[in-house]
């Protein structure tokens, strides 16, 4: 082996010195993303639907020592998608890493699903995709770069179940608006990639939340449990960290293999 043109070291994971805005933090996946950054370096605003579901994430980063802090925020309304933006620039002083977390998932057989829930449901899932990058390029072109992420998830572009039908199509949306979105902004050092979810532990009220019915479904996921939010979060902050600096366009599924099998069958026999 030839040592006399070393590989050069792998940059670090460390987001020292970043400012990242993170929707639909105030619970699950998303407290657990601000968390994740608060805790490699990263300057954190979340942007919460509650307020007060926000302000409580970041009241518990700031007891640990970290840079958070939260703002109201309906991402229905593009205004409020622009004004997340600018509050992270107001209060950081800059923007490097866009996370859109947030999600509705209003669970409706097809022909029930109504006007009202389905301009929801793509606006907040898909719609503020456009809203936030659109407030956030000048001030990622500023920084010379940035990233921009989104969470997806396996429900629509892989897999799909009844009464998900608004839900998949916005999330098959976004993995095309990530492609596409990667392929305009490469060329700016601005990378977009996403992550998408199987099933995650959740708590209070949802469905997973349940322990018998998450029993059940962690029978057919090849790695035998539910995923935990700091699942997802761990790939986010590989996303937004130096060392994924070439990957671009790109979605990570994070689902302990549950979209692997052609069907459960082929579980039950193993």
């Known amino acids: 082996m030839n040592h006399s043109n070393p590989l050069p ?29 608060a805790r490699s370096g990263a300057r954190v605003l979340i942007a919460n639907r509650t307020g007060s579901a926000g302000e409580a994430v970041a009241s518990a980063l700031r007891a640990q020592g970290l840079a958070a802090e939260a703002v109201e925020c309906q991402l229905h309304d593009p205004e409020q998608a622009r004004m997340a933006v ?22 409706a057989r097809l022909g029930h699903i109504s006007d009202a829930d389905l301009e929801q449901t793509l606006a907040v899932n898909l719609k503020a995709c456009f809203w936030l990058s659109q407030a956030a390029l000048p001030h990622l072109r500023a920084r010379g770069g940035g990233r921009l992420l989104v969470t997806s998830s396996v429900t629509g572009p892989r897999v799909a179940m009844p009464g998900s039908a608004a839900y998949a199509a916005s999330k098959a949306g976004v993995n095309g608006f990530i492609r596409s979105a990667a392929l305009e902004l490469a060329p700016e050092r601005i990378t977009v990639n996403g992550v998408e979810p199987g099933y995650i532990a959740k708590q209070g009220g949802s469905l997973l939340s349940d322990p018998a019915r998450a029993e059940r479904i962690a029978r057919y ?26 990957i671009t366009g790109q979605t990570l599924v994070v689902d302990g293999g549950s979209t692997l099998p052609e069907s459960p069958s082929f579980l039950e026999a193993a």
Do not use: K
């Not at 070291?9 to 601000?34: E, N």
């Not at 600018?86 to 669970?107: C, K, M, S, Y």
């Not at 449990?225 to 600096?245: K, Q, T, V």
């Open 221 to 246: 996921i090849p790695a035998g449990e539910l995923g935990r939010p700091e699942d997802i979060a761990a790939a986010m902050c590989f996303l937004a960290s130096p060392a994924a600096r070439y």
């Open 86 to 107: 600018h509050e992270a620039v107001q209060r950081f002083g800059a923007l490097d890493i866009v996370v859109h977390n947030a999600a509705t998932n209003p669970w």
């Open 9 to 37: 070291v792998l940059p670090g994971f460390s987001l020292q010195g970043q400012v990242a805005l993170i929707t639909g933090a105030g619970r699950g996946i998303g407290a657990a993303i601000a968390q994740a950054m």
